[in-house]
């Protein structure tokens, strides 16, 4: 079997994510935490379908908002997932963003017939936001198992990644350099009819140090802390209207 997304330009994809949010802050011995739970929606349309790419075009809503519109090109071996629809959401319950850009197909099984027990390895540089250099993203991935799962023929595949975490945010106190490593660990059941997701489940945490530099103008030694982290997203296919 091989996993590879073939739609048509028309076919409509909707999800529904569930994102759960953990985080214990401490700076300068002082600790916080607090959780975060955000439902969201997207209503993904084929726009155009090529060789090696496809693009879609994504409507986002979370909770009663209002919705918004991005368009999105994915992999031809790309999972269509709602990935698009956490854009904000751990950025919003952390206080900080520690989200990492990374390309749609890092996730994705190899293109080519996959068997049951097939894995791959990671290894790979990425560029990340406006860091400098890239960063090289390491990991596993698995073909875990074959099935079937509301009538239809599923390949489930389990990814885990490891990120560095190298960022500096801004803050109204001054510049907050985050340092350390982000793990991540998905498992995704794909549509061996046409190649999309049908669930998902990503786990994604780290632990990594603060250094809150004083404003400018002022003389200060640098705050130190650590921000660990926790975020559950459970992405579920919810219905589709395609041309076959």
Do not use: N
């Not at 809503?61 to 997932?81: F, I, N």
């Not at 406006?130 to 799962?149: C, K």
Request: aromatic share 2%; hydrophobic share 40%; net charge negative.
């Amino acid at each position: 079997m091989a996993v590879r997304f073939e739609p048509e330009v028309g076919d409509v994809y909707r999800f529904r994510a569930e994102v759960e949010t953990e985080v214990v802050r401490t700076l300068d011995g002082e600790v916080s935490d607090q959780s975060d739970v955000a439902v969201l929606d997207a209503t993904q349309t084929v726009r155009s379908v090529g060789d090696d790419e496809v693009l879609v075009r994504v409507e986002l809503r979370r909770d009663d908002a209002a919705p918004r519109t991005v368009d999105v090109r994915l992999d031809r071996a790309s999972r269509l997932t709602a990935i698009d629809l956490v854009e904000g959401v751990p950025a919003e319950a952390l206080g900080i963003d520690v989200s990492a850009d990374l390309p749609a197909d890092i996730t994705s099984p190899p293109t080519g017939r996959l068997e049951p027990g097939d894995r791959w390895v990671i290894d790979r540089e990425v560029r990340i936001g406006d860091l400098p250099r890239p960063v090289t993203v390491r990991g596993r991935g698995r073909i875990d198992a074959l099935g079937v799962e509301d009538g239809h023929a599923v390949a489930v595949a389990v990814v885990e990644l490891e990120v560095p975490v190298r960022t500096v945010v801004g803050s109204d106190g001054g510049p907050v350099r985050l340092v350390g490593v982000q793990q991540t660990r998905s498992e995704t059941a794909y549509d061996l009819g046409d190649g999309a997701m049908r669930r998902d489940r990503t786990t994604t945490s780290g632990d990594v140090a603060l250094i809150a530099e004083p404003p400018a103008g002022v003389q200060a030694a640098p705050l130190l802390g650590d921000l660990r982290y926790r975020i559950v997203t459970r992405t579920a296919r919810i219905g589709s209207t395609t041309g076959r």
